[in-house]
């Protein structure tokens, strides 16, 4: 499996943003289709997007359509979550998976960071 190591959270104003990146050690990186989900407290944990091995296809929730991009840099073993007009509602806990395949359902993910913290003020 792959090790996934988050980084980039931190404290923003409504408007602004944040970009996350996510780093990953182990069996090859490219091999993986990569996601980031969220969690918010009393929440369940959220799909935000997803993105294919290749970088060719991605995935997005509603809630974060046109404000928010998913890339990926294989050759840097990283995935990235570009956040722009962040709002309130956008506060929680972001994780990064991996997984088989591209996926917006949180089963299809075999492997887990263990999360970074954006907080969202107004």
């Known amino acids: 499996q792959v090790q996934l190591v988050e980084s980039g959270g931190g404290l923003a104003q409504a408007g602004g943003s944040l970009r996350l990146s996510c780093a990953a050690s182990?069996?090859?990186?490219?091999?993986?289709?990569r996601a980031w989900f969220r969690q918010a407290p009393g929440n369940w944990r959220e799909f935000v997007a997803a993105?294919?091995?290749?970088?060719?296809?991605?995935e997005y929730a509603d809630s974060v359509k046109g404000r928010f991009t998913i890339s990926r840099d294989n050759n840097k073993n990283t995935v990235y979550l570009q956040m722009n007009s962040l709002k309130p509602e956008d506060t929680a806990v972001y994780y990064c998976?991996?997984?088989?395949?591209?996926?917006?359902?949180?089963?299809?993910?075999?492997?887990w960071g263990q999360g970074t913290q954006v907080i969202v003020s107004s």
């Open positions: 182990g069996r090859s990186f490219s091999t993986y289709a």
């Open positions: 998976a991996a997984g088989n395949y591209i996926s917006t359902r949180h089963s299809a993910y075999v492997s």
């Open positions: 993105i294919s091995m290749s970088g060719g296809d991605t």
